[in-house]
């Protein structure tokens, strides 16, 4: 999607992947095959690169700072892209420059869990269920416990990495805030949207959050404006938001690319999320972030339990004209995020019931 | 711009290109460099491909009949195609299902094209100019000359090529009417948009083409989309009309193929002409053609004097950020199409003025 964004531009990728078959290899003019987590690897492939950049975080930090150390610009940098790698990094410099985060510290053993539980307990209960995230490697989902006693606690703490607690926010809904950041500091704010999870995937974004106080919106988006300056974050940076019951907004988590929480961009947005993260870590001037329809929304195509999706992509094109349907060319797995669908106009309802149709209809859990 | 198109409908394009650098040989994964006028190389390139289609009409008649016999599907097919490789073959065909088109014919030497204009003459006049077509080969200007007397009719005859002569039509405007069809018959239709010509070059479109009285709109979409199916089209289909002074549309030219008259759509219509030419050839429902906002403006960007364009380029992302700018990775040439801007809102003057300024700052004649 990135390189889709960068061809109206002018700008030409090369990718480095991990099989012939990633959905950007299946579609990039100079591929090279390697692994991310080789600094040999890594240092042969930036030969000739203006600028590196990402679609995901899991390249170790030292090779980037060695890449960085051979003069090739990488953007978002390793000193901002660590505080998206390891959440205790990031808990711990959000509380430094004083961003509201759900209580939270990282924890030895089960015991220390129950330790942590008991500091947030309200009278007569033990303070479970705590959340238990490791702090790096987890996505989707995955490396994230939501447990309800210290027997449930053994199990974050198995891979030997450091666990951080965290309070349950009883939040109303899921936000997310998403800024781009360029070089010498421009900066644009996306509208903030909200975010449905379903078994702790992302399932649908409203763009903007419907009925989304606006001084909360504000609020968020300065948040996530500071964060990106403070961290001093260059491209896209997503801001995972809880809107709490008593009006607040609490940072879930961060993640320095386009994310998914800004995938309505693509049809919603002036510019989309991908064309402003590749002008950004270019330090090209950044496009306008506004909305071009009352009402975006986005849905993830999933996998479901047939892998071929020939019939129903029909379906879906003839029975809705306007529909946006995005692919990643990705075999089907069930649960697996194989692409998204955009709709827009001015009646919410209207367009909520377009994209959850055909995301529906594309997984098979509809078929009417 | 087609591959572009089809990366999010999950549709992967193996390109047959001149050159290493063509334009989409820079953004295309699987590229066959090779010769497309000769057969052999067709053939071995035609393997394993659904399906072919085309960003240019040159593909020899004969060679795409081969390949129809071999079975591979080719859209549009060469019975279709030739009406838009060959004017005198297209001429004919409209003649034949009753198109209005430019008195014309087919004329042997200069004497005959003397023949022809007096044909026209009003009273004391000797019914030049006259425009003379070679019936293959020519685009952009070239192959077309204007001739005011016989003794200037001389050249158009030396490539030894049929010449087609046509009445200089005295012109309001010109138009286009683009839409799209597949192989089972759906077809689409953009609106009609306004086209301005500069040294016989598109310069801007206007989509929709201003003050245009629905009435004449609605037979101009009409007439393309009789077109479309009378020649047996698939894919997209770009009528150029001449809008004439006593209200009547009269057809120029047709291309097979997304053309310049549609590259609005890329930000302006929910579907692009690319997607739906893809969408045409796979045999996959077409997407709504309508645009989204009230005016779209299109201006070429022409090569200038100087070959770097890259301040020019920061200038005007910088200025308005909300323009869309599309580059080919072409080299500057003075004269040669190196990209397109594209503006949209709901303000004529506005949006003309961004766009006009945006292609004359990349071309270099603004400066300011």
Not at 129 to 146: A, E, F, I, N
Not at 203 to 232: F, H, S, Y
Not at 320 to 335: A, F, N, R, S, T
Request: a negative charge.
């Amino acid at each position: 999607m990135t390189h889709e964004a960068g061809i109206p531009l002018g700008i030409r990728f090369k990718l480095l992947s991990d099989t012939p078959q990633d959905s950007a290899a299946q579609v990039v003019n100079e591929v090279v095959v390697g692994d991310y987590r080789d600094l040999d690897t890594l240092r042969e492939f930036a030969r000739g690169c203006d600028v590196i950049t990402f679609d995901h975080e899991h390249v170790p930090t030292e090779h980037l700072k060695a890449l960085e150390a051979d003069g090739i610009p990488v953007r978002p940098g390793p000193e901002a892209l660590v505080h998206a790698q390891d959440k205790g990094v990031m808990r711990a410099k959000l509380d430094a420059i004083g961003v509201p985060c759900p209580r939270h510290r990282i924890v030895r053993d089960p015991a220390d869990v129950a330790a942590f539980a008991a500091e947030g307990a309200v009278e007569g209960g033990d303070g479970f269920p705590v959340v238990l995230k490791t702090v790096r490697g987890g996505y989707d989902g995955k490396g994230v416990w939501v447990v309800d006693s210290v027997a449930e606690a053994a199990e974050p703490f198995r891979a030997g990495v450091p666990v951080l607690a965290e309070e349950k926010v009883d939040f109303v809904r899921e936000l997310a805030a998403n800024v781009v950041r360029s070089p010498h500091g421009q900066a644009v704010a996306y509208p903030v949207v909200e975010s449905q999870q379903v078994k702790g995937v992302c399932d649908t974004v409203i763009a903007p959050a419907p009925d989304l106080d606006e001084a909360l919106a504000l609020r968020a988006e300065e948040m996530a404006l500071g964060i990106a300056k403070e961290l001093g974050v260059v491209g896209h940076l997503a801001v995972e938001l809880f809107q709490t019951r008593d009006g607040r907004v609490l940072v879930n988590e961060l993640a320095m690319r386009p994310h998914n929480s800004g995938h309505w961009t693509m049809d919603g947005a002036i510019t989309s999320q991908f064309a402003n993260h590749v002008r950004a870590v270019l330090d090209l001037p950044l496009g306008d972030p506004r909305p071009r329809a009352k009402w975006t929304v986005m849905v993830n195509v999933l996998g479901g339990d047939y892998p071929d999706m020939y019939s129903a992509y029909l379906h879906c094109m003839a029975r809705d004209p306007q529909l946006k349907i995005h692919m990643y060319g990705k075999d089907v797995k069930p649960g697996r995020k194989v692409g998204h669908v955009n709709t827009y106009g001015d009646d919410l309802d209207d367009v909520l019931e377009r994209a959850r149709h055909a995301a529906g209809y594309l997984r098979g859990t509809i078929t009417e």
